[in-house]
């Protein structure tokens, strides 16, 4: 949604006015005036890829762009990337002015085609200006005035690593659970969000948000450690002057050791001492018996972690990834 918003932006800034067409599953429509251009029971990529390639043979001049959504498992399917390698060649010969843009938090890409896409990952979790952008929109629609300096940040901030349905769903769910109040509620709204982001965790089976906390009390013999921690909380609460001051900002530890030993204690009290949350990262949970599947696990882990940052990333039982052979030895 936010992506067609900017593309639209970009058409009425461009020299060039562009034709913008949506293709999904039932078909292709053009997004400025509405109209179907095409349209069929189950339209494929397939079809899609043949329309355009006959239309720029008719005339190459053309300025569109089209759109592609819930059609990315027609990127498995040969005749299809024919199809596309034979239309970008044709584009590319011809000069025309004619974009394909997939839409897709996961998409198939050909080795033959790796050299016509640009793959962009900034696109799936919306950033801090566009959470904000949602939640003026859905004050608004309720009439909430929100008044309390650092309220809105302190919102968005909670809803960051969620999608903007999961937000929206999120806030339309508070404010009918708490009777359309929002004042006195500040803290209520949150905790809806909290459980929106714990549900979508548990969804995705990545990560695992942790809410105990735990404080110095609780870990003995690590004085170094918590000295060290304690130290270094000083920057990260206080991370744009450190930036500004070109500061190290600390990156993370390896702690080995027995069973019982306070790892687990030190990543919360780690958490609870910068004052962000924490994500719990089970490396068994990301191992896949297909060929590549735990890389793309692990990689779709960490991205979840980078939009939610700033956040501590509790990697447990680290050494699964690392299996053993038969003689117990690592394997290179």
């Given at each position: 949604?936010?992506?067609?918003?900017?593309?639209?932006?970009y058409?009425?800034?461009?020299?060039?006015?562009?034709?913008?067409?949506?293709?999904?599953i039932?078909?292709?429509?053009?997004?400025?005036?509405?109209?179907?251009?095409?349209?069929?029971?189950?339209?494929?990529?397939?079809?899609?890829?043949?329309?355009?390639?006959?239309?720029?043979?008719?005339?190459?001049?053309?300025?569109?762009?089209?759109?592609?959504?819930?059609?990315?498992?027609?990127?498995?399917?040969?005749?299809?990337?024919?199809r596309?390698?034979?239309?970008?060649?044709?584009?590319?010969?011809?000069?025309?002015?004619?974009?394909l843009?997939?839409?897709?938090?996961?998409?198939?890409?050909?080795?033959?085609?790796?050299?016509?896409?640009?793959?962009?990952?900034?696109?799936?979790?919306?950033?801090?200006?566009?959470?904000?952008?949602?939640?003026?929109?859905?004050?608004?629609?309720k009439?909430?005035?929100?008044?309390?300096?650092?309220?809105?940040?302190?919102?968005?901030?909670?809803?960051?690593?969620?999608?903007?349905?999961?937000?929206?769903?999120?806030?339309?769910l508070?404010?009918?659970?708490?009777?359309?109040?929002?004042?006195?509620?500040?803290?209520?709204?949150?905790?809806?969000?909290?459980?929106?982001?714990?549900?979508?965790?548990r969804?995705?089976?990545?990560?695992e948000?942790?809410?105990?906390?735990?404080?110095?009390?609780?870990?003995?013999?690590?004085?170094?450690?918590?000295?060290?921690?304690?130290?270094?909380?000083?920057?990260?609460?206080?991370?744009?002057?450190?930036?500004?001051?070109?500061?190290d900002?600390?990156?993370?530890?390896l702690?080995?050791?027995?069973?019982?030993?306070?790892?687990?204690?030190?990543?919360?009290?780690t958490?609870?001492?910068f004052?962000?949350?924490?994500?719990?990262?089970?490396?068994?949970?990301?191992?896949?018996?297909?060929?590549?599947?735990?890389?793309?696990?692990?990689?779709?882990?960490?991205?979840?972690?980078?939009?939610?940052?700033?956040?501590?990333?509790?990697?447990?039982?680290?050494?699964?990834?690392?299996?053993?052979?038969?003689?117990?030895?690592?394997?290179?």
């Open positions: 949604e936010h992506f067609i918003k900017i593309v639209h932006q058409n009425e800034m461009a020299d060039k006015k562009y034709q913008i067409y949506q293709c999904t039932d078909g292709l429509v053009n997004l400025q005036t509405g109209m179907v251009k095409e349209e069929a029971e189950q339209y494929t990529l397939k079809d899609a890829t043949k329309s355009i390639s006959e239309e720029l043979d008719e005339n190459p001049s053309r300025n569109e762009i089209y759109i592609f959504r819930t059609m990315e498992d027609g990127m498995k399917d040969t005749n299809t990337i024919s596309i390698k034979i239309l970008a060649e044709k584009i590319r010969d011809t000069h025309a002015n004619v974009f843009i997939f839409l897709a938090k996961d998409i198939y890409i050909d080795s033959t085609l790796e050299k016509d896409f640009y793959i962009d990952m900034n696109f799936y979790y919306p950033k801090i200006w566009q959470i904000k952008e949602v939640l003026n929109a859905f004050f608004e629609s009439n909430i005035y929100i008044d309390q300096p650092f309220l809105l940040d302190d919102i968005a901030y909670n809803c960051k690593s969620l999608t903007t349905v999961e937000i929206r769903n999120a806030l339309e508070a404010y009918v659970s708490l009777n359309r109040k929002f004042k006195g509620n500040e803290n209520k709204y949150l905790q809806f969000i909290q459980d929106a982001k714990k549900q979508s965790l969804k995705s089976g990545l990560l948000l942790i809410e105990e906390k735990s404080n110095v009390k609780d870990i003995g013999g690590l004085s170094e450690l918590t000295e060290w921690l304690e130290k270094k909380s000083t920057i990260i609460n206080n991370i744009s002057s450190a930036k500004r001051e070109h500061v900002v600390p990156k993370g530890i702690l080995v050791g027995m069973p019982g030993c306070g790892k687990s204690l030190c990543a919360k009290y958490a609870s001492l004052n962000v949350p924490l994500f719990r990262l089970d490396v068994g949970s990301l191992l896949d018996k297909y060929v590549g599947g735990s890389e793309h696990n692990f990689r779709d882990a960490l991205l979840l972690a980078e939009e939610a940052s700033p956040c501590v990333l509790w990697i447990d039982e680290m050494e699964k990834a690392f299996p053993n052979d038969s003689d117990g030895k690592n394997q290179s």
